[in-house]
């Protein structure tokens, strides 16, 4: 079970970034030469709609130690509702992880549009530094057998 | 071979000389008595009928790596089983060990399954008679077992109220007596005695059984009889009755990558009664549904498996009568295959 | 009590329906207290059919578990209806399998038998064990009342009741055809007390817990298969292209399917129990379940197989949806 690590930990994250706002709202710090940690690695799907609960679950199991969501904000989306269904799916899949004794900081959401460079760092630092606090994930990640 | 005495307080000790090596015995996870591996004597739970998962598991584990790759490299880096070093299951119930023994034919049976005949060879057997039947559904004795039955054991042990009595069988079972010389003591005159009135008593106190001579040679002839349909009605196409059967022996490989350009081909338990097992990589599905797939389950254990090796592969413990949730009765279903035209 | 000459007389009238292609109900197990599920085709198999606490199966499953093979040319699809017998509970699972247009209203018939609580098989066994004569259980009044090799004992009912039955909230059937015995009021709720002191343990004493439990899975697929509500063909716990989870079984895997087995079921799930009751190795499964029923009731006021014109709990939004969780 992790416990606080030295400041040594470099936590790995998943973002799933939705194409429109989020992944443009982070291209923006890039182009702004907003300086974040760079703790996350992101992968873009065209809405935060499309992204499966059992992605959270899959990053976790492959070792990231947190994972990601980020969309547009509510009214906002590229195709009207998909956020909204983001929105539902994952207060779900974050309350249950919770339940199972993976601490609620390893699961994130949060709504960047494309112009949000400046709230994009914000939500990186927040992220990667409750992150930190909390040390690797270790609960169910696939281990390497060996034999 | 001569008989040795186990006196109770001494069990703790034993174990803890036994426990120098990889030892298995009962144990409780929560209130679910399960096979595992102990260091601690204390952990050990003698006081059980018989497991929910039998211990074929550490002859045949449930997932297995068979070896590991790297990309780029031809060579593969083979599971070395003998790292694994002696192994004793300690406390088995003879009709897991008799299990052993039958499903022991197969993996030496036209190519020598290294894995599992290493296995075997590290492992010794130390079995506890049954002077209570685990369960009101064992029938061990309708098909060759015996509650205190030593086929497949290396070692014997019957509770004779304060102390065990512990027969060696073999040599693995003399070798194991020779290192709890220290905790053994020599037995009494009318011990033996004593253990077969036991056994005798106990033999008695099966209350189910099913006649088996002329099923492995009438079920061919019911492979289109109706009876299937009805039997399997109720299957929910789980594995609870194959995983938990000390015979069942299927198998699936599949190969796992475990970080870009590393990885294993792995061995797992599969189930005859899962759909996925026979589908085709066309889709094709020659057993699309249950009633195929019970037909072939039932025959496998009475037709197939004594065809090739002599001997039905049932040991009459009772699991998947206990434990399957729609009460399908492996006993019920031979009644009916005894019946039918 | 269901009397059962009624029982039997109502079977005998839907089986002759020319309509109707096979009923499913209940009948005595093959040892002790057991009942099990009956199939029956023609009015010959009527006589085993009846109604006990020992008969917990969930039947509503069978509907949608009975497999469909491509029909032979020339031959025309059986489309009789399927009868079936089924507590509060299970019917349930039929109104939320026809929420999610499982099939329609019409190829069901369905029998509803108001149900005052049905035995936890395990304390029965542990209760009075070794019986192997077929003996009956019948609830009078508070009591269960057990004959077995001549005897009769009476027995509280809190002590034999199944702990889903202590918070049932439907005891009638909420679709039926016809009802076999007088409705039940509801009699219980769920507070959630259990799920909510377990939430409330440190993330460690959690994880420790369900770890636990979650190594002495064996992947059996008992708890899906049972389940009225997993249906699908190409189940995501079993998938190969794309594989979520492993077939080996280890802890990781194994708490990958519970997650996503338990994740799919949310805002699906109708309470039967009958996971947890299958499970060869007594894992808990309806405190998984039961946390995302909470969750789904709390959060967005919603029950799944309470009413067929609900659309699905996912394929749903509201504006105000919570979101203080959102950054």
């Known amino acids: 079970m992790a416990e606080k690590t030295d400041s040594d930990f470099e936590p790995n994250i998943v973002a799933f970034l939705c194409n429109w706002c989020s992944y443009a709202g982070a291209d923006l710090a890039g182009t702004s030469r907003i300086s974040y940690p760079s703790n996350v690695r992101v992968i873009r799907v065209m809405c935060s709609g499309r992204v499966n609960p059992l992605f959270v679950m899959n990053a976790l199991q492959e070792g990231a130690d947190g994972v990601l969501i980020s969309g547009c904000h509510p009214g906002d989306c590229h195709y009207m509702h998909g956020n909204y269904y983001a929105r539902r799916r994952f207060n779900l899949m974050r309350n249950f992880l919770e339940y199972l004794g993976v601490e609620p900081d390893r699961v994130r959401m949060s709504w960047v549009s494309a112009s949000e460079g400046a709230k994009w760092k914000e939500v990186i630092e927040e992220v990667v530094g409750g992150i930190k606090e909390i040390g690797p994930m270790d609960q169910f990640r696939r281990r390497h057998l060996n034999w | ?341 | 009590m269901v009397d059962l000459t009624k029982l039997r007389q109502t079977a005998k009238e839907v089986i002759s329906r020319e309509d109707v292609r096979e009923l499913i109900g209940y009948r005595p197990g093959t040892y002790g207290f057991r009942a099990r599920p009956a199939f029956v085709m023609g009015l010959d198999e009527v006589e085993q059919l009846m109604f006990t606490p020992a008969c917990v199966n969930n039947l509503a499953s069978y509907i949608v578990l009975e497999e469909k093979l491509p029909v032979k040319r020339g031959e025309e699809p059986d489309l009789r209806k399927v009868a079936v017998m089924v507590k509060g509970c299970d019917s349930r699972a039929l109104v939320q399998q026809m929420e999610e247009k499982a099939y329609d209203r019409d190829r069901i018939l369905v029998l509803g038998i108001p149900c005052r609580g049905v035995v936890d098989m395990a304390k029965v066994e542990a209760r009075f064990p070794n019986i192997l004569e077929l003996g009956e259980i019948g609830l009078e009044g508070d009591k269960f009342v057990l004959s077995f090799n001549g005897n009769k004992e009476e027995v509280a009912k809190e002590e034999l009741v199944a702990d889903k039955c202590l918070r049932c909230r439907y005891p009638t059937p909420l679709v039926y055809d016809q009802l076999l015995d007088a409705e039940v009021e509801r009699f219980a709720d769920d507070d959630y007390a259990d799920i909510e002191e377990l939430g409330k343990r440190s993330a460690e004493d959690k994880w420790t817990y369900w770890e636990e439990k979650f190594s002495r899975c064996i992947r059996c697929f008992s708890c899906r298969n049972v389940c009225p509500m997993c249906y699908c063909e190409d189940c995501v716990l079993g998938r190969l292209q794309p594989q979520w989870m492993r077939r080996s079984v280890d802890i990781s895997e194994n708490t990958a399917y519970h997650i996503a087995r338990a994740y799919h079921l949310a805002g699906r799930c109708i309470q039967c129990g009958e996971c947890q009751r299958v499970c060869p190795v007594d894992i808990p499964l309806m405190e998984l379940n039961r946390k995302f029923y909470k969750d789904v009731e709390e959060l967005y006021d919603y029950e799944p197989g309470t009413n067929v014109e609900n659309p699905p709990l996912l394929s749903t939004f509201k504006v105000e949806d919570r979101e203080d969780f959102i950054m």
């Open chain 2, 1 to 341: 071979m001569a008989v040795k005495r186990l006196s109770k307080e001494k069990v703790a000790d034993a174990l803890g000389e036994l426990s120098k090596f990889r030892l298995i015995a009962p144990a409780k996870s929560d209130d679910v008595v399960v096979f595992k591996q102990i260091s601690d004597p204390a952990e050990a739970c003698l006081d059980y009928g018989n497991s929910t998962v039998p211990p074929k598991k550490f002859a045949f584990p449930q997932t297995e790596t068979l070896f590991r790759f790297v990309t780029g490299s031809p060579e593969l880096e083979e599971k070395n089983v003998e790292e694994e070093g002696t192994t004793i299951i300690f406390g088995l119930r003879p009709c897991d060990a008799r299990a052993m023994a039958i499903v022991d034919k197969l993996f030496a049976w036209d190519f020598d399954d290294p894995y599992y005949l290493k296995r075997r060879e590290l492992t010794t057997l130390v079995g506890m008679a049954c002077v209570e039947p685990p369960s009101v559904n064992c029938f061990c004795t309708s098909l060759g077992g015996s509650p205190f039955g030593t086929e497949g054991l290396d070692l014997l042990l019957t509770d004779m109220g304060d102390h065990y009595l512990v027969q060696a069988l073999t040599d693995k079972g003399k070798k194991l007596e020779e290192t709890l010389s220290s905790q053994l003591e020599g037995a009494a005159a009318d011990d033996e005695k004593k253990a077969k009135e036991i056994a005798a008593e106990a033999e008695g106190k099966i209350r189910r059984s099913i006649a088996t001579g002329g099923i492995p040679e009438k079920l061919p002839g019911l492979w289109e009889n109706e009876l299937w349909k009805k039997i399997s009605a109720a299957c929910l196409g789980c594995g609870i009755c194959t995983f938990l059967c000390p015979t069942c022996h299927c198998f699936d490989i599949q190969d796992e990558v475990e970080e870009l350009g590393e990885g294993r081909r792995c061995r797992m338990w599969d189930s005859c009664m899962f759909e996925e097992y026979t589908v085709h990589a066309s889709g094709h599905n020659p057993r699309p549904t249950r009633k195929e797939r019970t037909r072939n389950r039932i025959n496998h254990k009475y037709s197939y498996y004594p065809d090739k090796f002599d001997v039905i592969a049932c040991v009459g413990c009772g699991r998947c009568i206990n434990l399957c949730p729609v009460n399908i009765d492996i006993l019920d279903i031979l009644d009916q295959v005894v019946d039918a035209s």
